[in-house]
């Protein structure tokens, strides 16, 4: 693995700041415009997201080493395919019918399962796999977990 970046140099601030920023607002010249400038210039600085970015930009072809080294790995490829799956299974999911069967499965709180009736569980799962939906949501998760 690539040897990874340990200390962020700090930039000085230069002393012709002023002369700068005076020149910016000579162009724009609108104070609208200028206080949102300000203001985002200000909440650039205090998250030190320049800080950030000079870095990456500066070491721009380690950082796209180290990404290139994870991402040929053959267990992040993996991972990726895995995610991808996961992410196409829970994109088709019907919204409103997945709510109905979880307050199904949730039900009314009147009638606690009782684990002692083994024929009863054995028989409301059968009931439930005859069922082509379930059979088919059983199958493509049951894949999934298959894939990982």
Do not use: C, Y
């Not at 601030?13 to 200000?42: C, H, T, W, Y």
């Not at 799956?85 to 307050?103: E, H, P």
């Not at 399962?113 to 059968?126: K, M, T």
Request: aromatic residues 4%.
């Amino acid at each position: 693995m690539a040897k990874e970046i340990e200390v962020i140099e700090r930039r000085q601030v230069p002393e012709n700041l002023e002369a700068s920023m005076a020149k910016i607002i000579e162009v724009l010249g609108n104070g609208e415009v200028m206080e949102k400038f300000a203001r985002l210039l200000d909440a650039v600085q205090r998250s030190e997201i320049l800080t950030f970015l000079t870095a990456l930009l500066e070491n721009w072809d380690r950082v796209m080493k180290v990404i290139t080294e994870e991402l040929t790995d053959e267990r992040m490829a993996r991972f990726i395919r895995n995610a991808l799956s996961v992410f196409a299974i829970v994109s088709s999911v019907d919204t409103d019918r997945l709510m109905k069967a979880v307050s199904k499965m949730a039900g009314d709180g009147s009638a606690p399962a009782r684990s002692g009736d083994l024929a009863h569980n054995l028989s409301s799962l059968i009931n439930l796999l005859s069922d082509p939906e379930v059979s088919a949501g059983l199958t493509k998760v049951l894949r999934l977990i298959g894939s990982i």
